[in-house]
Every structure is written in C-alpha cells, then in structure tokens.
C-alpha cells in the first residue's frame, strides 16, 4: 500500500508514474552500419535500418536480431524504416537516386516502391498514421520543399506540391536526415516538419514559425521535433525541438527549445541536453527522451530540465507504437533499451 501511495503521490506531482532515472542497456553493437532508421511496432517486434544497405529485425524484443543487406543497394544509405508488423516494413535510401523500398516477408526480400533520379534529390524523413497513409520528405528543390504521399500502404507515393502550402526555402535551409524525426504525421492529415542549416523553422500545411536556433551555419538547426500527443491521437500544444551542431556535438548552446503554445514562443530549457542532439521523444507528458552523439538525456518535468544518462551515442530514440518499450539506435550497428529500476 505504501508504494501504491508514493506512486499515486508521484503521478499528481509530476504528472507520471515514471518517478527514477532510467539507464541504457546496450543489446548489440559491431555491425559495420550507422543506424538512423528506429522502428519499433511493439514491444516485441523491432526494425532498424542503416549504411552498407544493412536492415535489422527483432522479434523478441530485442534479445535475437535478423540482418539482412538489400540485394543491389549494399551501398546505400537507408537512413529511416516504417514498420507495421514482424513481415512488412519500408526503408528510405536518400540519394542517387533516391528510393523507397518495401518487404511483406520479414526483410528477405525487397522491391522498389518509389524512385527519384531528380538533380540533387535527398530524401531526410518519412512517418506514417496507420498501415495507409504516409508522407516522405526531402531537402528543397529549386527552393521547393518536397513531399511525397501515399494512400495505399506505401504501394504508391504521389508528390505533393508545396509551394500552394509554404514559402521558398532560404538559401542552405533543408532537412536533417539524421533520425527520421525531424517530421509528424497525424491521423487528421496534419504534419509538424522543422529544418535547419542556414534556418530554422516549424513548417506545418499553411503556416509557419521561426525557431531560436543558430542561424547561418549548415551544420546546425532542428533535428527533431516531438508533439505530444492527447489520448485522442490529436497532436497537443506542447512540443519540444531538439539540435544544436554537429560539428561541435558538445556544445550545449541553442540545442534545445520548448513551447506550450503550439509553436507560437519558444523558450530554452532551465538544464539543456548536454550537446547536440538528433531525436527528442515523449514517453509521457512529462518524460521525455533525447540522444545524439556524446550521448542521452533524460528529462522528467516536460524538457525543462535534463540529466546526462548516458554517455554512448545514439542517433535515434523511439518508443513503440503499440506498448511501453523504448529502443535507441547508433553507429557501429548499435542497439540498446531504456530500462527502469
């Protein structure tokens, strides 16, 4: 009873039952691949995608992994997954030319679903809501912010016109392919997209917003964006944007920005991350996950304060779909879970 109390204590104080710090376990590492594409159906089943056209699967929550290079594309940058189940999944190849493919048995084999060869083609993220829809998004073209949608599970992808929606992009503005984040989907259509370089900026269908971050550098801006979520799947007012510069990634300076407002003011955390940092995620309205490569963050008030968890690079963080589980993914073919005490 005495912990039931402390816990229910807990949840009114903070707003969640996740009351200690968590801690990274480490599942598997050596894989000659740097992994940015995280997807995690469940607790049990998960896929990771990467460099040297490596794709992973587990179905046990991350205990046994099946690898499997993409035959004719062992040189290609698959930099982010969807998954809906332990057979069907798609990857994203980024460039030259730029490629969606698709598996419906488990990763053995795959066949293209889209292709770009367009001058200057980079794809940086895609999300889906549900198993049918879905948006792809690339850096600029001609000035024109791109994306791709598909009503069919991915089967076919329509490009959409931006231009009707936003504004030119800026001169060295474009997307972070650096954890498949830096975009949201949600079931009413409605999508949070950031960039960065010489910019940054919220992009969301007819309306945009500045962000604080540093300015004319094309290694730094957003990386990430995470919109927490109501129980009714609509996107809330509250959102956090993580990044900073890679080229400096212990840097803790215009890293990390929070507004309750939907996007309208920003402020900088009390306690920012501890470096640059590609993937934020809520875990709940008040725990919230972020990592990048001098390590992972951990804040239990909402980002306004952050602790130094970890000190191993990850490039992406997510939590599964359907369940608890929260899985990070890195370099050198890195895996790990976020465990509780």
Not at 50 to 76: A, D, L, Q
Not at 133 to 151: C, H, L, M, Q, R
Request: glycine share 10%.
């Amino acid at each position: 009873m005495r912990i039931l109390f402390l816990a229910i204590i807990c949840w009114y104080t903070t707003g969640s039952l996740l009351a200690q710090t968590p801690t990274v376990e480490i599942l598997t590492k050596g894989n000659k691949t740097s992994l940015r594409g995280l997807s995690v159906v469940n607790d049990n089943v998960i896929w990771v995608s990467g460099s040297n056209g490596t794709v992973g699967r587990s179905n046990n929550g991350g205990k046994n992994w099946n690898w499997f290079t993409v035959k004719g594309f062992e040189k290609t940058e698959f930099r982010d997954i969807e998954a809906f189940d332990a057979s069907t999944a798609i990857i994203m190849g980024i460039a030259d030319p730029a490629y969606l493919l698709k598996t419906t048995d488990g990763g053995e084999t795959w066949r293209v679903v889209y292709e770009n060869k367009t001058k200057g083609m980079f794809l940086d993220a895609m999300d889906f809501v549900g198993e049918k829809y879905g948006i792809v998004v690339g850096d600029p073209i001609n000035s024109k912010f791109f994306i791709a949608e598909t009503w069919d599970a991915g089967e076919t992808w329509k490009e959409r016109s931006m231009a009707i929606e936003f504004p030119a992009a800026d001169t060295g503005e474009a997307f972070f392919a650096a954890s498949g984040t830096n975009i949201r989907l949600y079931p009413d259509r409605t999508f949070f997209l950031v960039s960065g370089g010489k910019r940054s900026r919220l992009l969301m269908p007819n309306r945009y917003v500045n962000l604080p971050f540093v300015k004319d550098k094309e290694t730094a801006g957003a990386n990430s964006i995470a919109v927490y979520t109501k129980p009714n799947w609509k996107p809330g007012n509250h959102m956090i944007a993580v990044g900073g510069d890679f080229a400096t990634d212990t840097s803790m300076e215009n890293n990390c920005f929070i507004t309750s407002n939907g996007g309208k003011t920003w402020k900088v955390p009390q306690e920012p991350p501890h470096g640059y940092r590609s993937c934020v995620e809520y875990l709940s309205m008040r725990d919230v996950l972020c990592c990048g490569l001098n390590g992972v963050d951990y804040s239990p008030n909402g980002g306004n304060t952050w602790k130094w968890i970890s000190k191993e690079s990850f490039n992406v963080c997510r939590i599964a779909k359907k369940g608890t589980s929260i899985f990070l993914a890195g370099n050198n073919g890195k895996i790990a879970k976020l465990v509780w005490p």
